[in-house]
């Protein structure tokens, strides 16, 4: 196996603070709620995270969407459009000072959201979609690109190579589980770790690996209670980059109220996995790639 290259490069633009993401940097934090609710709550919860997030000193983006284009059903909340949608993630980035991302599911939608977005999200479901890789890599944004629960970390290069014949070398590759039966999710950690060998930084996906797609009959179930256990085995594996959807009364929240993590549990999962990341670059550091083949 020959050395791998691996990239580093920064989130954000304008006068948000920066955050740098690559192998041996900080934690990045990914989170928020699932939709965009209401400007009010969008500020309040952005808030709140970045008030944790500076404590621990955890980088932080903000992630909430404008449209859910993958509900289950036509009565779920569908999001509030992309035009109120990416006002209102433009006065987060104004008003409390930290990047943004979004994700799109129209290939018109990619270059308006990334006039506003610092990261640009590719959903899962649509990670081999020619149309929307292309217009995500015509953009001058860096990108989370999402595994879908279909595919094969390795067969992720696929989508890789795509972004960058479009000219986008910023990726962030996530793993956010991969079916294992009707209605049920499982994690492969050893996807992290193939994953990194495309160089680009990896990210865990902890709230949407808990769920169970359309188990309740017309919206998805979850057991949010693995949450932690999660992310301790994805810190140990390796990751840049942690996901998690928070929301201050999950029961109440408009998207994933089954799976979306309660803010009063943020704190302790954060320490925890910043732990473990600090002392796995340690240990890389010291060692190196360790490939025992």
């Avoid at 977005?117 to 944004?141: H, K, N």
Wanted: hydrophobic share 35%; with cysteine; glycine share 6%.
């Amino acid at each position: 196996m020959s050395k791998i290259n691996h990239k580093e490069f920064s989130v954000g633009y304008g006068k948000v603070k920066k955050v740098k993401v690559g192998k041996f940097n900080p934690l990045v934090f990914i989170g928020g709620p699932c939709a965009i609710e209401s400007r009010d709550h969008s500020l309040k919860m952005a808030s709140k995270i970045k008030k944790i997030c500076n404590k621990l000193k955890i980088q932080f983006v903000f992630k909430s969407c404008y449209n859910k284009d993958s509900r289950s059903s036509p009565e779920s909340f569908n999001g509030i459009g992309i035009d109120d949608g990416l006002k209102i993630l433009e006065d987060v980035r104004n008003n409390i000072g930290v990047p943004v991302v979004a994700d799109f599911s129209d290939p018109a939608w990619a270059q308006p959201t990334a006039e506003v977005v610092d990261l640009l999200q590719i959903p899962a479901y649509l990670c081999r979609q020619t149309s929307i890789l292309r217009a995500a890599g015509e953009t001058i944004r860096p990108l989370l690109l999402k595994k879908g629960q279909f595919m094969s970390p390795w067969n992720m290069k696929n989508s890789v190579r795509k972004l960058e014949y479009y000219g986008n070398d910023k990726i962030i590759l996530t793993d956010r589980g991969t079916f294992f039966g009707y209605n049920m999710l499982v994690n492969d950690m050893r996807c992290l770790p193939i994953m990194s060998e495309t160089g680009y930084p990896v990210c865990f996906d902890a709230t949407h690996s808990v769920q169970m797609p359309t188990s309740m009959g017309n919206i998805s179930g979850g057991q949010r209670e693995f949450i932690p256990s999660l992310v301790r085995s994805a810190s140990a594996s390796g990751i840049n980059a942690l996901f998690m959807e928070v929301h201050d009364n999950p029961r109440k929240a408009k998207s994933d109220p089954n799976t979306v993590l309660d803010i009063k549990f943020l704190e302790k999962i954060l320490i925890m996995s910043k732990k473990m990341h600090e002392e796995r670059i340690k240990i890389d550091k010291k060692f190196g790639d360790l490939n025992v083949y």
